[in-house]
């Protein structure tokens, strides 16, 4: 079974300006999550897709980051314009439903803003 | 929100001793989960442990639901054990079903 798979792998961009980052979960999962993870730092939720629809976005920095998962499978998440402290890994992971199952994580993508 | 302690925050072994690794939440939990971090930054799911023991190969997991903390049991270690092992929980009420709150983790060195 393939696992989450997300690109690019890595990026840097200078400041101000715009990133986005693809990700495509497991067959069948409906529900899709998008982490950051600042160095020394566990993960944080930004924003959670159950389907196409958005459960949770209260820790997404709207005035810069916006992302959308249309017809229910991938997912993309932009920022724009970047800042130096979004410098962070962006981690996509899926899970079969929203509550009480594992949640798989992809191999993260390695964002530098200089 | 629910808070998740690890410890220790680092630990430092050498190849085939046995280490201990702790999760403390705050709150009832309805799922979770350990990880292993590698050095490249993906998160390998390790066990799904809401409660109960569970066992895959040198790693066991113990949760204690009911006294709100979780143990990671890493026998005759491996340097390729070596990187950050996250704790996450969900939390039974007070957050969106399915999200997930994560530890600061505790960074594994296994020398050989």
């Known amino acids: 079974e393939a696992g989450v798979a997300q690109s690019p792998r890595y990026k840097i961009i200078e400041k101000r300006q715009s990133v986005a980052f693809w990700c495509n979960p497991i067959s069948g999962h409906a529900t899709l999550y998008w982490y950051q993870q600042i160095l020394g730092q566990g993960p944080k939720l930004l924003i959670q897709f159950q389907n196409n629809g958005v459960v949770d976005d209260s820790q997404l920095p709207k005035d810069r980051f916006s992302a959308e998962r249309l017809k229910g499978v991938d997912s993309t998440l932009k920022i724009q314009p970047a800042k130096l402290e979004d410098s962070a890994v962006y981690l996509c992971a899926s899970s079969l439903a929203a509550s009480g199952n594992t949640i798989y994580f992809g191999e993260g993508s390695w964002l530098t803003v200089v | 929100g629910i808070q998740v302690e690890q410890s220790p925050p680092d630990l430092i072994l050498q190849e085939g001793a046995n280490s201990t690794l702790r999760c403390n939440f705050s709150d009832s939990v309805n799922n979770l989960q350990w990880f292993h971090q590698n050095p490249w930054g993906q998160l390998i799911n390790l066990f799904y442990?809401?409660?109960g023991t569970k066992q895959n190969g040198r790693l066991s997991a113990t949760t204690v639901a009911t006294e709100r903390y979780s143990l990671l049991y890493i026998s005759s270690s491996q340097t390729t054990d070596s990187g950050v092992y996250f704790c996450a929980v969900e939390p039974l009420r007070g957050s969106t079903l399915g999200r997930l709150y994560f530890g600061r983790g505790t960074q594994l060195t296994v020398w050989p």
């Open positions: 442990i809401p409660s």
